[in-house]
């Protein structure tokens, strides 16, 4: 691939949002292990992680399928968080891997990592390096429960040495689940690779796929949940197996029972969509608005639906901050949309349009997708609670934007021929709006009658 092209895909994949980015890194990584695709897996992967971890374009590094670092910490791989948003029960920082990887190396594992390191050489040419990773897992694990276990003398010195407060709180956590690999794989296998709708039967079966006794511990059974949440189409339904446990949809009943936590895996993953979506607001990036919005409309909407919570609570004030801060960031930029096109359409006498005045195409088509924005909005503003503004938004563009489309089309008729040029930038703008807001047959209408204020003018010049 040319250096543009590699350039062209690094921006692309720059854009996404980092629960996309870690996805994407995932899924290549598991078709590289499986030898699917692996030049294009391989090529997307090295930009992807050149992104992640903030590497220049020239630089290179190393490979991660066999890294023995990476190895050893694959079963964490669904559960990891690239972001610095807090993570919540059934997540754990990637950034926690290194400093335990390295503590490992140097004094909690030593000779088990030397051992690990040499069979990979060995192993490097001549096939699976499955059973060195899992000897060494479960050496790891070992090592870190000792480490974080409550009976470890002078614990706090002990776990100083490991890192920082972040990278201690994930350390028991990531013991046990290496040490729990194999059930949460026998989960992840006895379920569908996508659950469209978490039925009755669905329900069942995830619950029957659950009766390990090593899942139904306090500290796993949120990673056992975020592995089933991971399947669902609308991740939110994972509530619906504390509801099924708790036989009420009573919050208290709920958050009786140890799936309470479903509750709080999904309250959190929406809050993580709507912080998400209020900086890609700021960033004025609106790619995966309406993807962000409906996941919202749609968690939100499912919660209040299928559970019984009260505003006072800690659920309820959670979903109510939820619903507030998705409606303060949509309004604030709902409310900016209609001076931005004004100040595009806006009609000025010939004498205030300075000669060679221009329009901004960039402009244009950020104000194209404020429109836009604000149409997706339309669809989920009740839940959202924006109703209001955005139709009131979404009637007055409509009503600007057709009147000053014929009124700019009527200005091409006459006036001065030296405005000509940027009156015909503001009906280019206009017919622009027109179709996101009105559609292409309208759109097209009102480009055909700006061809025609223009021929009409021009023969009119020439008869006089």
């Known amino acids: ?121 060995a192993a490097s040419e001549s096939g699976p390096m499955e059973i060195a990773a899992r000897k060494f897992q479960l050496a790891a694990a070992e090592a870190i429960i000792k480490v974080a276990g409550p009976t470890q003398d002078d614990r706090q010195r002990a776990l100083s040495r490991v890192g920082p407060p972040s990278v201690v709180e994930d350390l028991l956590p990531i013991g046990l689940v290496l040490q729990a690999r194999e059930a949460l794989e026998t989960l992840g296998s006895r379920l569908p690779s996508q659950i469209r709708v978490f039925s009755d039967s669905q329900i069942a079966s995830a619950m029957e796929a659950l009766k390990l006794p090593s899942l139904q511990t306090p500290q796993l059974l949120p990673f056992a949940l975020s592995l089933i949440a991971q399947r669902l189409a609308a991740p939110w339904q994972i509530i619906r197996l504390a509801i099924k446990m708790a036989a009420s949809d009573d919050e208290l009943r709920v958050a009786a029972t140890p799936y309470g936590i479903a509750v709080t895996i999904a309250l959190h993953d929406l809050s993580f969509v709507a912080a998400c979506l209020r900086t890609d607001i700021k960033r004025g990036h609106f790619d995966y608005v309406g993807e962000q919005l409906k996941t919202l409309h749609d968690g939100v909407r499912g919660l209040r639906t299928e559970l019984d919570l009260r505003n006072d609570s800690t659920w309820g004030r959670q979903l109510t901050s939820v619903r507030a801060d998705t409606s303060n960031a949509l309004q604030s930029e709902i409310d900016s949309v209609p001076g931005r096109v004004r100040r595009i359409l806006r009609q000025r006498a010939d004498k205030d349009i300075a000669a060679g005045a221009k329009i901004d195409a960039s402009e244009v088509e950020d104000a194209a997708a404020l429109i836009d924005f604000v149409a997706v909005c339309r669809t989920y503003a009740s839940e959202l609670a924006i109703n209001e ?43 622009r709006f027109c179709e996101v807001l009105f559609g292409h047959d309208y759109a097209s209408l009102m480009n055909r009658a700006a061809e025609n204020a223009v021929t009409g003018e021009r023969k009119s010049s020439r008869a006089g």
Request: avoid cysteine; aromatic fraction near 6%; glycine fraction near 4%.
């Open 389 to 431: 503004v955005t139709l009131r938004t979404f009637s007055d563009l409509q009503h600007y934007v057709e009147q000053s489309t014929e009124g700019l089309v009527q200005s091409l008729r006459g006036g001065d021929a030296r405005v000509r040029a940027f009156r015909q930038q503001q009906v280019k703008a206009a017919i």
């Open 1 to 121: 691939m040319s250096q543009k092209s590699t350039e062209r895909l690094r921006d692309y994949l720059a854009q996404l949002p980092p629960q996309s980015q870690a996805l994407l890194m995932r899924e290549l990584e598991r078709a590289v292990e499986r030898g699917d695709d692996v030049a294009i897996a391989n090529l997307v992967l090295e930009q992807l992680r050149k992104i992640v971890r903030g590497v220049e374009q020239d630089e290179q590094i190393q490979p991660r399928s066999d890294d023995p670092a990476r190895l050893l910490f694959r079963p964490l791989e669904p559960f990891l968080a690239e972001t610095n948003f807090p993570t919540r029960p059934g997540q754990l920082r990637r950034a926690s891997l290194l400093p335990i990887w390295q503590w490992l190396a140097r004094e909690g594992a030593p000779e088990a990592a030397r051992e690990f390191e040499t069979a990979l050489a």
